[in-house]
């Protein structure tokens, strides 16, 4: 019975629609389906309805829309779990139909909607509207939000996930800077993939020099996976190389600077100090300040690779003070050659040698020459003369 009454009811409505004359305007088209809607009785009634007034897709609809929501966002609801779903699902409608209209004007009422509304299907939907409009005095509500699901989930993961990727994809659209941490630390929050994947590629839409918020999150954050990750987000970033290096040498800092016994945290430590002198090698920029922490990490004698690592970094800086600070552990490591305590293979002073080679005349021979003379093997000393002709 309920769905002859609403065939009916849009067979009428079509029928209005054919004796309006070829040229009507479309606002006109509008008001034949609001008067329609507004005859409905049923909650079922109005959805079918609303399904042929979004069909149209027009701007002219958007009273209609915002008015078909207040009504319904205001209805008390003594009804059973099926109206609920249907009113739920009718918000929905109008609430997803308003954002791809992009009417601004609607977004006080969305944003209502979001706040009261239990249904985290509902909310997130919501959000992504907002978003859509453009709403970005709502960008800081909606960053809060974020950062909360991200500290605490609930039990309904699905529906927290739908509640986050709303947020996410909101704070994308209204590419306010505010949203930045809030969807950075959700990326590396173990959420899904799919959130994962959202948060990642929004993270350069949102603010495209991230460099201030990251360097100050790997100087404050007390987890040493969310500093690397930082580091991580900085480097992927459009940022300027200067910005870039400057986050790179308070990681290198951080990374010195924390002391554990985890083995677990000793190689996050590890990652970060092998990650920001990548940096440091990648762009060959003449970034002297980081030279004295790239020395201590020569001196921690982990294992041969970081040391190496260290070693590119200065190689990689054209400055005096890098070319001084590789003379100074190659004066270190023939120290150790004399006394009797060499390295086995030798890799980590041909290494230095190799680097001291390419300092262009900024280093003096004397540890060169002391090299060849040490009682290293031969390929030590034939480096050490390469070094020495190219200086």
């Known amino acids: 019975m ?29 008001e034949v389906w609001a008067q329609i809607y507004n005859q409905a009785h049923t909650l079922h009634q109005k959805y079918e309805i609303m399904l042929s007034i979004v069909e149209l897709d027009n701007r002219d609809a958007v009273p209609v829309l915002m008015g078909a929501l207040e009504e319904v966002n205001q209805m008390k609801l003594y009804l059973d779990e099926k109206d609920m779903v249907i009113q739920n699902n009718l918000k929905t409608l109008i609430i997803n139909e308003l954002g791809d209209l992009r009417a601004a004007e609607a977004a006080p009422l969305i944003y209502r909607v979001m ?15 907002l978003g859509e409009t453009g709403a970005r005095r709502y960008a800081e509500d909606i960053a809060l939000i974020l950062r909360n699901k991200t500290l605490y989930r609930g039990d309904d993961l699905r529906g927290e996930e739908a ?8 704070l994308e659209r209204m590419n306010d800077p505010a949203g ?14 799919k959130i994962k994947k959202t948060a990642e590629s929004a993270l350069p839409n949102i603010l495209e020099n991230p460099s201030e918020v990251l360097k100050h999150l790997i100087k404050t954050d007390s987890s040493l996976k969310v500093k690397l990750a930082a580091l991580s987000a900085e480097y992927r970033s459009d940022a300027p190389v200067e910005k870039k290096l400057a986050v790179a040498y308070e990681a290198l800092n951080q990374s010195l600077i924390v002391k554990t016994s985890s083995v ?40 041969s690779s970081e040391t190496i690592y260290a070693i590119e970094s200065l190689r990689a800086i054209p400055s005096i003070e890098a070319a001084e600070a590789l003379s100074r552990f190659l004066a270190f490591q023939n120290d150790r050659q004399e006394a009797g305590f060499s390295d086995h293979d030798n890799v980590v002073v041909i290494a230095t040698i190799r680097a001291m080679g390419n300092a262009n005349g900024k ?14 093997p031969a390929i030590v000393a034939r480096e050490a003369d390469k070094a020495m002709s190219s200086l």
């Not at 706040?115 to 509207?129: F, H, N, Q, S, V």
């Not at 090698?281 to 020569?298: F, M, T």
């Open 115 to 129: 706040r009261e509304t239990k249904d985290p299907y509902l909310k997130g939907e919501a959000l992504i509207a």
């Open 264 to 303: 677990k945290d000793h190689a996050f430590l590890r990652e970060i100090r092998l990650l920001a002198m990548e940096m440091f090698i990648n762009y060959e920029v003449d970034y002297s300040g980081a030279v004295p922490l790239i020395e201590q990490v020569l001196y921690l004698n982990y294992d």
């Open 2 to 30: 309920i769905k002859i009454k609403i065939k009916a009811i849009l067979f009428i409505g079509l029928f209005v629609m054919l004796l309006l004359p070829a040229a009507v305007f479309a606002d006109e088209v509008t």
């Open 180 to 193: 930045y941490l809030p969807v950075f630390l959700a990326l590396n929050s173990g959420f899904s993939r």
């Open 363 to 376: 280093v003096s021979p004397l540890e060169l020459l002391r090299a060849k003379y040490s009682g290293y």
């Open 163 to 170: 509640i986050v990727y709303g947020c996410i994809v909101a």
